[in-house]
């Protein structure tokens, strides 16, 4: 708030909720492509692809005030495995940007009759089954949810430096994703404030890892938006990945722990086990090595330095790269693992084959002395 007194308010502005969610870790491409087009696949491999729009009603609810908004549902799809679904709600009347910070986090925003996490989840649930028809599919619970406000007229007019000067706080909270009470240090509010990724003096995108808050930008807004949904669905990819792998981790240790409880460790189930583990992670670190690390690469997205710079910058503020250390980081501890059971495996075996060699020798050299005797 203002230290005046007067609060922020907006008008003929948008809000923009986007959700992303897994659809399939391994997508069926056959059916993307008949949903989709493979030539639109191809021509926007490193983007997610709109495959849906709808129109609604929405309502913004705070205490007693509230607003009807018109509502533009998008459904964009990220080949690799992530769907977004993207929100756009419109915003005509005035409102107090403080108040749409508490509908946000109170879930007091309506559309189509329903608050929005239950909206969210219905047209999710829809948008799986379009992806995958008839199809049973265990859907990971991780959902990674984004929220943008593009602001075009407010009170008091303010510049962008004003914004940041006498609206700091409120501004940090929304990037935080808050709106609780509790006191902001100097330095976050400072942090929050600097992450602007806009390319015209006179525009503002701030940018965090929970939302972005915009003033201008419009020639090239579409664009961002893009590359921050890219971000958001290898952000989510990854950690759909992480906990697959984390789900064999344990199976890996229990297949370890038995090399040290059977001398005939080779002839237990433990090798299959640890290796059906370390499959399917390499799968994983396969897929990443194939499509995905292409896609963190900004050269290879685009071409123009801005928006190269700009993407990195999202990647790196959403962590994007921080996860995927993580990820690879399993995949080479189970196959070290993997390495260290093969060893121990093959040293079993040559012991046996050597203890073999030995009887057989023994009894080639006793057996004619037995029959010589009798």
């Keep these: 708030m203002d230290p005046t007194g007067e609060e922020l308010t907006i008008f003929n502005s948008k809000l923009t909720i986007l959700v992303a969610f897994g659809y399939e ?21 490193s983007k997610p692809i709109e495959i849906e729009q709808t129109e609604g009603v929405g309502v913004i609810v705070a205490g007693s005030d509230k607003i009807t908004c018109s509502v533009n549902i998008f459904t964009d799809v990220f080949s690799a495995g992530v769907s977004i679904l993207r929100t756009e709600i419109e915003i005509r009347d005035r409102i107090l ?12 925003i309506i559309v189509e009759g329903l608050d929005f996490q239950a909206f969210a989840n219905k047209k999710i649930n829809e948008i799986r089954e379009k992806l995958n028809p008839g199809k049973k599919v265990t859907y990971y619970p991780i959902t990674k949810r984004y ?21 700091g706080v409120i501004l940090t909270r929304f990037l935080s994703g808050e709106t609780s009470i509790r006191p902001l240090h100097s330095k976050e509010i400072s942090e929050k404030l600097s992450n602007d990724l806009s390319y015209y003096d006179e525009d503002l995108f701030l940018a965090s890892p929970e939302g972005a808050f915009i003033l201008g930008c419009d020639d090239y807004f579409k664009d961002l938006r893009e590359l921050l949904e890219l971000s958001i669905s290898l952000l989510l990819l990854f950690r759909i990945y992480d906990r697959k792998i984390d789900k064999e981790i344990p199976n890996a240790f229990d297949a370890i ?28 670190g396969l897929v990443i090595l194939d499509d995905i690390e292409d896609l963190m690469n900004p050269h290879k997205i685009t071409q123009d330095w801005y928006y190269q ?30 390495a260290t059971a093969r060893e121990l495996s093959t040293g079993q075996l040559t012991l046996i084959l050597e203890f073999a060699i030995v009887i057989l020798f023994l009894w080639e050299v006793i057996l004619p002395l037995i029959k010589g005797y009798f």
């Design 25 to 45: 870790v391994d997508p069926d491409k056959s059916q993307l492509s008949r949903l989709i087009g493979s030539d639109v696949i191809a021509e926007r491999w």
């Design 97 to 108: 940007f403080n108040d749409i910070l508490v509908a946000l986090h109170s879930n007091t």
């Design 147 to 167: 929220t943008l406000i593009k602001i075009k007229e407010f009170t008091p007019r303010l510049d962008n430096k004003g914004l940041k000067e006498q609206y």
């Design 257 to 284: 722990k038995k090399m040290h409880t059977s001398k005939l460790y080779f002839l237990t189930l433990a090798p299959r086990k640890l290796e059906k583990s370390l499959l399917k992670a390499s799968e994983i």
């Design 309 to 338: 710079s700009v993407y990195q910058r999202m990647l790196n503020t959403l962590k994007v790269t921080d996860f995927e250390k993580v990820v690879q980081h399993k995949i080479d501890a189970l196959q070290d693992l993997y």
